[in-house]
């Protein structure tokens, strides 16, 4: 009897040594390297510090923070256009050299004409994620981001997009920027590097980074170019001209 | 300079204007479908983003084309263009088409390009349109027909170019330094100032000045080499090692600018080095303008050619056709969102480039040419004796025979003579 409560025990302890071993090694696969960006709206009824709304037709649509059934917490972003347009709210986002990044956001969307819906991409950059449309239920947007050198992107989160405009309202929360150690197959894979990214919403073209000098390639022909002129002009100013020769 | 030689160099900058709207589509094509051109070991798509830059080739084409019967001139081969003739000219080859555009566009597609959001409403946007005058503000810059911009750039020029052409034809050298110097001058105050709108400063008229004159500079040389045509033949090797050199700059400009758009934004590229971009199309013209025969028909192959003459309509439409067919789903996708269709992105490209040139092409040769060919009266009055002559019980002989009293009044008046639209200078570049 003693021994059978003995082993009963021990296999209590068995267990619950094995469900903290297991929980500890799931929270460990789930959260990873630790994320550069976590953000879920969830202070104030602004965007918050470091968002910028960026327009094609200005003051045409609006960027709020609104309380309800979120997919984080209980408030997320809404991007609201009446009328056509392409709405973005931009965050700055310095990112290391050789490394991959997963950005990832849960969408919803209402109220769409044809074209983009609710999108993530980089600001500049054409390749963004395949768009959500609908509002029925919260829907992941993941956009893998590789870096050849240390920048600064400019993480965008979009209704419409480039020659899409659109109207209606996309709802972004639980967005996410982290590094990764792969990329899944099909993934939506953008590449960046080489310089710092511009902010768009910089105050004057002069606080821009300097922009990179072109391939050395270019000199090679630059020098044929200069050479062919060269040449030319000697040969050409040897002649006369055809009517001055003329009686 | 024979008549053969000079058509000769007509047809080199047909295939460069041909070459001009290609890039253009191909950038906005490559916008509205997202396709990018890559096949096995080779990456097209920094071609298709640089294709922004066609608008500049057109720009410095067409100051050109306009300045070629001065450099003539210059050379004691034929008359400077009267004034009345030059805006004749101008007026008929631009006007009717642009304002086709804005009548169709303005009265059927409104929702298309956003009109009338600015200061004034609709009635001020329509007003800047009819002045050229749009691009002077974002609202207007964008509104009826997204690539109107640049018309307005191009009429702008129509307005001082006489007095340029004049300074010109007295010091080419140091008229040309003087607008370049302007135009880098502008451009660098205009990078003072904020970021916001930069774009649309930096796309104003003295921005382009240039280009413009390195297109006028090439034309007086143009002619220059071509007054010394033994010397010309001698050097055709070295003009081809030219052109291609030339080429292969350009190329890796567009490489540069492709890089460019990861790194920051690329309207900065453009301020700082067009006038070196319009250095590369000055080697370029010249060099092809004078290379070995095989190059030269490279340069003017017939699809350029042919794509060269209905440039100007296909300008105005093809982003107008590209986003009707998209936006309206006249060609259906198997996804939600189009562009997120593979299949779609090719295939869609592919209609909308056909049915551009479809629409181009009709406006072209039943619009433009006709009126370029007989002129405003003579064009009305063709159009009156097509009434006149098909109305029931009418006869069916010539056209000219077959009008009644007020078509043969109007074809006996002066009419001008296709050959004539087809002098160099006269037949100027559409707009970029």
Avoid at chain 2, 187 to 212: E, H, I, K, T
Avoid at chain 2, 250 to 262: E, P
Avoid at chain 2, 407 to 423: D, I, K, P, Y
Wanted: glycine fraction near 10%; charge should be positive.
């Amino acid at each position: 009897m003693r021994s059978g409560r003995a082993r009963h025990g021990l296999g209590v302890l068995l267990v619950l040594a094995l469900s903290l071993l297991s929980s500890a090694a799931a929270a460990g696969a789930a959260t990873g390297p630790a994320p550069v960006l976590f953000e879920s709206f969830e202070a104030g009824a602004a965007p918050p510090p470091g968002w910028r709304l960026v327009e094609y037709v200005p003051n045409r649509s609006t960027a709020s923070i609104v309380s309800g059934p979120a997919a984080d917490g209980s408030h997320f972003l809404r991007i609201s256009s009446p009328a056509q347009n392409h709405a973005r709210l931009v965050l700055p986002v310095t990112l290391a050299a050789g490394t991959t990044y997963r950005f990832s956001a849960l969408a919803r969307a209402t109220g769409l004409g044809n074209g983009a819906g609710a999108v993530l991409g980089l600001y500049s950059e054409f390749t963004v994620t395949p768009s959500v449309r609908t509002d029925d239920h919260w829907q992941p947007l993941e956009l893998y981001v590789q870096t050849a050198s240390a920048i600064t992107v400019q993480l965008t989160l979009g209704l419409g997009h480039f020659g899409q405009p659109n109207s209606g309202t996309a709802d972004f929360d639980a967005v996410t920027v982290a590094p990764v150690t792969a990329v899944p197959a099909g993934a939506v894979v953008t590449r960046v590097g080489g310089s710092t990214a511009a902010n768009p919403q910089s105050q004057r073209v002069a606080d821009l980074p300097a922009l990179p000098g072109p391939s050395p390639v270019l000199w090679a022909f630059v020098a044929v170019l200069v050479a062919v002129v060269a040449i030319s002009v000697v040969v050409l100013r040897r002649n006369q001209p055809q009517h001055e020769r003329q009686p | 300079m024979t008549e053969r030689t000079a058509a000769r160099h007509i047809d080199v900058v047909d295939g460069l204007r041909g070459l001009a709207i290609l890039l253009v589509m191909a950038f906005h094509y490559w916008q509205l479908s997202f396709w990018a051109l890559r096949m096995p070991g080779v990456d097209l798509e920094f071609v298709q983003f640089a294709g922004y830059l066609g608008v500049e080739l057109f720009f410095f084409i067409s100051a050109f084309c306009l300045f070629s019967p001065h450099a003539k001139a210059m050379f004691g081969r034929g008359a400077v263009p009267t004034l009345r003739h030059y805006l004749d000219r101008r007026a008929i080859k631009i006007l009717p088409s642009y304002l086709l555009v804005l009548l169709l566009l303005g009265v059927f597609l409104p929702g298309l390009y956003p009109i009338g959001t600015g200061a004034g409403g609709v009635p001020m946007d329509v007003a800047l349109h009819l002045t050229f005058l749009h691009n002077l503000q974002l609202s207007s810059r964008g509104s009826f027909d997204g690539v109107l911009w640049s018309l307005a750039v191009e009429v702008q020029f129509y307005c001082v170019f006489p007095m340029l052409a004049r300074a010109f034809r007295r010091r080419p050298w140091w008229t040309a330094a003087a607008m370049v110097a302007v135009a880098v001058g502008f451009r660098a105050w205009a990078r003072r100032g904020p970021l916001d709108g930069f774009a649309n400063v930096d796309s104003q008229l003295p921005a382009f000045l240039d280009l413009f004159a390195l297109g006028m500079l090439t034309a007086y040389l143009l002619t220059w080499i071509a007054e010394r045509p033994a010397a010309a033949q001698r050097l055709r090797a070295v003009f081809t090692v030219g052109a291609v050199a030339a080429f292969g700059a350009l190329l890796t400009l567009f490489h540069w600018t492709n890089d460019i758009r990861y790194g920051g934004p690329v309207e900065l590229w453009q301020s700082v080095n067009r006038q070196y971009v319009g250095a590369v199309l000055l080697c370029l013209t010249l060099g092809s303008a004078f290379a070995v025969p095989l190059w030269r028909r490279l340069v003017a192959n017939r699809v350029l050619v042919f794509l060269s003459t209905i440039s100007y309509n296909l300008y105005l439409w093809h982003q107008v056709i590209g986003r009707l067919i998209r936006d309206r789903g006249w060609w259906p996708a198997s996804t939600p969102v189009p562009t997120d269709d593979p299949t779609w992105r090719w295939s869609y490209t592919m209609v909308s480039v056909a049915a551009s040139v479809l629409v181009a092409t009709a406006i072209t040769y039943g619009v433009e040419r006709p009126l370029l060919r007989r002129g405003v009266r003579g064009a009305t009055a063709s159009v009156l004796g097509w009434f006149e002559t098909y109305r029931p019980g009418s006869g069916t002989g010539h056209l000219a025979d077959r009008g009644g009293p007020r078509v043969q009044a109007a074809l006996g008046r002066r009419q001008v003579s296709v050959r004539e639209n087809h002098a160099v200078g006269d037949d100027a570049a559409p707009a970029g």
